[in-house]
C-alpha cells in the first residue's frame, strides 16, 4: 500500500513539473523562476493561510521579503502566465459544447488602500461590505472546470480619484477608461479566449449580464450561443409588443413543462421542471439561429422560477439548453475550491500588479488540480495524499 502511494505521489510530482516547466520561461531570472515554484507549491500545500508569511514558512524561508519582492516589484508578466494558463487548461479540458461562464466574486478587506475597495454589494457576502469585486471567466467542459481569466473591477471612487490609482499602480490605459462596467469586462475577457483561437460552443451568465442589452448583441455578433439569466422584470418581444417574461412564462400550458436534470451538483441531480420555448424574430436574428426564453421551476417551490433568454442555433435541443444552464454553477464550483484549497483570498496584497500576479498564481494552481484530476488521477490521487499531515513530500 505504501508503494502505491509513494508512486501516486512521485507521479503528482512529475505532473507538476510538466505544468511548471511551461511557465518556467517567462521569468528571467532564476531567482524568480524559484519564487514561482515555491509560491506555486505553497499555494497547493496544506498551508492554513496563504499568505506570504505562511508561503515563505512553507519554502523555509525565514520572513516574507522574498515572496513580497516577487509579487510586487520582480519582472514578469501576469497577463503572459493568464495566456499560458488558459492554453494548458482549454488544450485538456477543450469541447466543441465547452461553456464561457462569466461570473464575480469580493474578496473582503479593511481599510482604503487595497486597489478596487470599496462598500458594495458582494455575492459571497450576500450584502454590502468592503471589499474588492474580480469578474472571472471560466471554462467548463463534461471533463472539467477551471478558472481561465480575471479582471478587477474599479469603481468611481478609485477611477475619479488620480492620486488614489497612482498610489495603486494602476496603469494609465486602464484608469483612462474610467469606471469599466462588469458586463464590458466579461466581453474583454470572453474576446480575448475566442481571439486565442479556445474552442467553446457557449456563454453562461446570471442576471448581472444577461440584463445588458450590450451584452446579448456583443454575443450575438461574434455568433456566440448564450444561456444568459435574466430578472423577472426583463422584457422581450412579443407578437404584440414586449412583455415581460414572468407573463409569458405564465401562459404556459401545463404540458409545456418537463422535469429534467441540469447536471450533477454536490447533492445529486439537480432536477427541476423546464418550460422553453422560440421568441418571434423581426429579421435580426442570423440565419439559422433563434432566440428562445427558457424557464427553470423548482420542484420544491412552484413558485421559485429562474428565466433565461437564449440565443443559439436553431437546431439545438432542449436538452443541450438545460445542460447549458446547469453548467453556470461550475463557475461556484471554482471560486469555492480555488478560494479553500490554493488561497484565491489569502492574498494580503495592495495595488494593482501584484493583485493580478496572486491571482493568476492561484488560478493556475487550482487549474493544475482541475486538469490532473480530469486527465491523471494517479497524479490527482497523489495531490490528495500530498495533503495529509502525516505525509512525507517535502514543498521546498
Not at 471567466?137 to 471533463?143: F, H, Q, T, V
Not at 455578433?221 to 415581460?244: C, M
Not at 433565461?308 to 453548467?327: K, M, N, W
Request: hydrophobic fraction near 40%; glycine fraction near 8%; aromatic fraction near 10%.
Amino acid at each position: 500500500m505504501d508503494d502505491v502511494v509513494a508512486e501516486d505521489v512521485s507521479v503528482w510530482r512529475v505532473a507538476f513539473d510538466e505544468v511548471f516547466a511551461g511557465i518556467a520561461g517567462m521569468f528571467g531570472r532564476v531567482e524568480s523562476r524559484r519564487w514561482a515554484r515555491s509560491y506555486l507549491t505553497g499555494l497547493l500545500a496544506p498551508v492554513e493561510r496563504k499568505n506570504s508569511w505562511q508561503l515563505s514558512d512553507a519554502a523555509g524561508v525565514v520572513g516574507p521579503d522574498g515572496l513580497q519582492h516577487f509579487l510586487n516589484r520582480s519582472r514578469w508578466d501576469a497577463d503572459e502566465l493568464r495566456d499560458r494558463l488558459r492554453s494548458y487548461v482549454t488544450t485538456a479540458l477543450a469541447c466543441p459544447d465547452g461553456v464561457l461562464v462569466v461570473d464575480e466574486t469580493g474578496f473582503l478587506k479593511k481599510g482604503v488602500k487595497s486597489v478596487g475597495v470599496q462598500r458594495q454589494y458582494s455575492g459571497t457576502a450576500g450584502r454590502v461590505e468592503n471589499c474588492q469585486l474580480g469578474v472571472f471567466l471560466a471554462y467548463a467542459a463534461g471533463a472539467g472546470r477551471a478558472l481561465i481569466d480575471r479582471e478587477l473591477y474599479l469603481p468611481e471612487s478609485w477611477t475619479g480619484d488620480a492620486d488614489r490609482c497612482t498610489e495603486a499602480g494602476i496603469p494609465d490605459p486602464r484608469r483612462e477608461q474610467g469606471v469599466v462596467t462588469k458586463p464590458r469586462l466579461a466581453e474583454a475577457m470572453i474576446a480575448r479566449t475566442v481571439e486565442a483561437g479556445v474552442t467553446a460552443g457557449w456563454v453562461a451568465a446570471d442576471s448581472a449580464y444577461g440584463r445588458d442589452g450590450k451584452f446579448r448583441s456583443f454575443c450575438e455578433a461574434r455568433r456566440l450561443s448564450y444561456v444568459l439569466e435574466v430578472p423577472v422584470r426583463q422584457t422581450v418581444n412579443d407578437l404584440d409588443g414586449r412583455r415581460r417574461v414572468d407573463t409569458l412564462v405564465g401562459r404556459a400550458p401545463a404540458d409545456a413543462w418537463h422535469r429534467v436534470s441540469a447536471g450533477l451538483g454536490e447533492r445529486g441531480e439537480r432536477v427541476y421542471d423546464w418550460a422553453w420555448a422560440t421568441l418571434p424574430s423581426f429579421g435580426d436574428v442570423p440565419a439559422g439561429f433563434s432566440r428562445t426564453l427558457l424557464a427553470r421551476r423548482s420542484l420544491d417551490d412552484p413558485t421559485d422560477i429562474a428565466y433565461y433568454l437564449c440565443f443559439h442555433p436553431a437546431t439545438v435541443t432542449r436538452e443541450q439548453i438545460i445542460a447549458v444552464a446547469g453548467s453556470r454553477w461550475a463557475v461556484e464550483e471554482c471560486f469555492q475550491a480555488a478560494k479553500d484549497q490554493c488561497g484565491l483570498d489569502h492574498y494580503q496584497v495592495r495595488k494593482w500588479t501584484p493583485w493580478y500576479r496572486h491571482i493568476t498564481l492561484a488560478m493556475l494552481a487550482h487549474a493544475f488540480l482541475a486538469v490532473t484530476a480530469a486527465t491523471d488521477p494517479k497524479a490527482h490521487a497523489g495531490w490528495v495524499e500530498s495533503q495529509s499531515p502525516t505525509s512525507a513530500v517535502s514543498w521546498r
